[in-house]
């Protein structure tokens, strides 16, 4: 009896020894379920960030280059000129088509000092034209005939203008005033028949052949303002009538033939005049 009585209990041991390894197996292959499945999620996850990022990254350099505005083409100023060994240029003859025009203050290297005659003469399609401040003169007939030429502006730093630089323009009939034509502090021409002139406040340029035209002939008195500082070539040339001028000491330079044939008897030369050009006064009563 004995005998069967421990048989039986070591045979409920053995199966509840049994029973408990089967629940340590399932609870670690459970286990081993979710750490795959975690693992799964997080590669899953991973890819998908690494896509939005790509995508992200695709959608803003996409908006970059959509953004990015293509750059303006630039014209090249086509022109003839010359030039000297101080690295200066003269144009001689303007080459291009386009109707606003923009000086360079360079052409390959030199520097653009001077509009040369009739360097732009007959363009009829120009409207505008922007002058560097390197440019000091303007030369006859430069911009003559430019029938559609309406804005052009003198920089400050010309100081000599030659004759008919600005003929047959718009621009010459928008700038008269009265019987003078002036633009930037610059008296072009003068267009009447008094006896008397006073020159207008704030005029700093007598320009080339300004005063010589028939109707001079009757100018016996010139009166100029302070604001005075050049009078370029034959600016009174052919005055045979003038007989009285006043020279304000700010004038530096008086041009060539400035008072050739004019009736002039004295003159009081202006204490910070610098040059004096060749034949000024000749054939006058001085």
């Not at 030039?83 to 203050?105: C, F, K, M, Q, R």
């Not at 020159?199 to 303002?225: G, H, K, Q, W, Y």
Request: aromatic share 6%.
């Amino acid at each position: 009896m004995e005998i069967k009585r421990l048989t039986a209990a070591l045979l409920a041991l053995l199966m509840a020894l049994s029973l408990s390894s089967c629940a340590e197996k399932n609870e670690t292959d459970d286990n081993n379920d979710t750490v795959l499945m975690v693992t799964g999620e997080s590669e899953e996850a991973s890819t998908e960030t690494k896509a939005e990022t790509t995508t992200e990254t695709e959608a803003e350099t996409t908006t970059e280059e959509t953004a990015t505005e293509p750059e303006e083409e630039i014209v090249p100023f086509k022109c003839e000129y010359t030039y000297s060994s101080n690295g200066v240029a003269t144009i001689t003859d303007y080459l291009g088509d386009e109707t606003d025009v923009v000086v360079p203050e360079t052409i390959d290297g030199y520097t653009v000092t001077a509009i040369g005659d009739g360097a732009f003469r007959n363009e009829k399609e120009i409207t505008s034209i922007v002058l560097p401040d390197t440019v000091t003169s303007i030369g006859y007939n430069a911009f003559s005939d430019c029938k559609s030429l309406k804005e052009l502006s003198i920089p400050s730093s010309v100081n000599s203008i030659g004759s008919r630089a600005f003929h047959n323009t718009p621009w010459y009939s928008l700038h008269k005033d009265g019987y003078f034509v002036i633009a930037d502090n610059c008296l072009i021409a003068y267009t009447g028949n008094e006896a008397e002139v006073t020159v207008p406040e704030e005029v700093r340029l007598i320009c080339t052949s300004a005063f010589r035209n028939d109707a001079c002939d009757n100018i016996v008195t010139v009166t100029l303002p302070k604001s005075v500082t050049v009078i370029d070539d034959n600016a009174f040339s052919l005055c045979h009538s003038l007989e009285s001028i006043n020279l304000p000491d700010s004038i530096t330079s008086i041009g060539n033939s400035a008072f050739r044939n004019t009736r002039l008897t004295s003159i009081r030369l202006p204490e910070n005049l610098k040059n004096i050009g060749d034949d000024a006064f000749q054939i006058s009563n001085l």
